[in-house]
């Protein structure tokens, strides 16, 4: 009976680390990472962002996998299990993977536009093409009816593949083939970008700040930035965290995660930037940097095609590493909260998130009708998990660390019952319990009233 119930695991620290970052990199550093910070004053944003991670991104990160192992449950189990006397608490897990399974519902839809740019890279779609066409091809392409839904349907397919596997056979064993070949495509993105004509411009843009810019704005930004990227307040490393073995430092994990996750969104400025530059495009320009933009940029430069070919597979592998935790999240509710089996977990969350999806896909159509409150529903699912679901999230989880469970609970886990001794845990302890929440409360009362 023990055996039948024993919860499945990752096997090694290298196997974590891989999960753990696979889960943090995605289309938020890759993607979403260059367009924040071009919007919010290139250089300005990343010294506030990187301040950020250090300072509440790592804490936060290291409380959600202390929580999670603690416990060795799902995000609700984590939370009826830490506070069994007090079941409003669970209402956390409940936010963490319903946020999870919205986020993963427009997910694969920006997944899908991946997978379709990754074909018209293949064909050569771009060869020759100047900016106003790729645009016009883009849009032409979201108002399709059948072919956005066939990649979504794809991305979250082989998401579910995965998932189906188990954490050891499944999650662990793809990141860590994964998770090194993103690293060598974007390094070797980032040798063609800064070798090209005047990319010490983008550079500067992006490395060099400007404190002046610095505004409520910019700050609110990178938060938010932080929260996406890393994967806070979703779940995602509560889940991750019930999977780490007792023996493993979860201080040196988290370092290793955040830092890894914040390399890769720097790895991408250094694409991003002086591409932007060297060509002389906005490098506020946003989303359409990245679907459009670039592509014109490749089809200019001597190997445009192979370049084209090999970014866009850097973001289908981006997507899908991100999505696998956002899945795991719903499956891991599923089979320990309902006693489903982990087959009819993933597919009933995969098809939960399918049909979601294709709301969020039609929702983009030119005079769509499928709004909520004036927005599209890709718009609305967006907003209410990164403005809504991910910030409360991560408030309560802070206060639920630094106020409801036990200070020794919380220490013996953070230094693996006394055998690691980390000077440090009272300075995270101190940032968890009074400068998290309220770093968070305030960033999040400015949302709503800038």
């Known amino acids: 009976m023990a055996e039948k119930n024993k919860r499945d695991g990752f096997g090694s620290k290298i196997g974590i680390i891989a999960a753990a970052a696979g889960s943090a990199v995605g289309l938020g550093n890759i993607y979403r990472f260059p367009c924040v910070a071009g919007e919010n004053g290139g250089g300005a944003f990343l010294i506030v962002y990187l301040v950020i ?8 990160m290291i409380g959600e996998f202390i929580l999670g192992r603690r416990a060795q449950k799902n995000p609700v189990g984590t939370f009826k299990a830490l506070a ?6 669970s209402l956390i897990g409940y936010m963490g993977v319903l946020c999870a399974f919205l986020i993963i519902a427009f997910y694969s839809t920006v997944a899908g536009w991946t997978i379709e740019s990754v074909y018209k890279s293949v064909i050569n779609y771009y060869h020759g093409k100047d900016l106003a066409t790729i645009e016009q091809g883009f849009n032409d392409s979201i108002n399709m009816t059948v072919r956005p839904l066939l990649w979504q349907a794809v991305f979250i397919f082989i998401s579910a593949f995965v998932i189906a596997k188990g954490i050891s056979k499944g999650i662990e064993k793809y990141s860590k083939i994964l998770m090194p070949i993103l690293i060598i495509i974007l390094l070797i993105l980032c040798v063609k970008s800064i070798l090209l004509p005047g990319a010490y411009e983008g550079l500067k843009f992006f490395f060099k700040p400007d404190f002046s810019k610095i505004s409520r704005q910019v700050i609110t930004s990178a938060l938010g930035q932080v929260f996406f990227s890393m994967s806070l307040g979703m779940g995602a490393l509560i889940t991750y965290g019930s999977y780490i073995s007792k023996k493993d ?3 040196t994990t988290s370092l290793m995660v955040g830092l890894s996750d914040t390399f890769v969104a720097i790895l991408a400025g250094v694409i991003i930037f002086p591409a932007a530059f060297s060509f002389g495009i906005r490098p506020e320009a946003g989303p359409s940097l990245a679907f459009n933009t670039l592509p014109m940029l490749f089809n200019q430069m001597n190997g445009g095609y192979f370049f084209c070919l090999i970014f866009f597979i850097l973001l289908v592998i981006a997507a899908w590493t991100s999505a696998l935790s956002l899945l795991e999240v719903i499956v891991s509710y599923l089979t320990e909260e309902l006693n489903l089996s982990r087959k009819k977990a993933t597919i009933y969350s995969s098809v939960g998130a399918f049909i979601i999806s ?3 896909a039609m929702s983009l159509h030119d005079g769509s009708s499928l709004t909520i409150f004036g927005f599209t529903i890709f718009d609305s699912l967006d907003k209410i998990t990164s403005m809504v679901f991910m910030t409360l999230g991560g408030l309560f989880t802070v206060l639920f660390l630094g106020w409801k469970i036990k200070k020794q609970d919380f220490e013996d886990e953070f230094t693996n019952s006394g055998t690691v001794n980390i000077r440090l845990k009272k300075i995270f302890y101190y940032i968890i319990k009074f400068i998290a929440p309220a770093a968070i ?3 999040m009362a400015s949302q709503f009233l800038m």
């Open 53 to 60: 991670v250090l300072t509440l991104g790592i804490p936060m």
């Open 84 to 89: 069994p006397s007090a079941k409003g608490w």
């Open 249 to 251: 430092n979860l201080v």
């Open 358 to 360: 294709i709301l969020a």
């Open 441 to 443: 409360a305030v960033i």
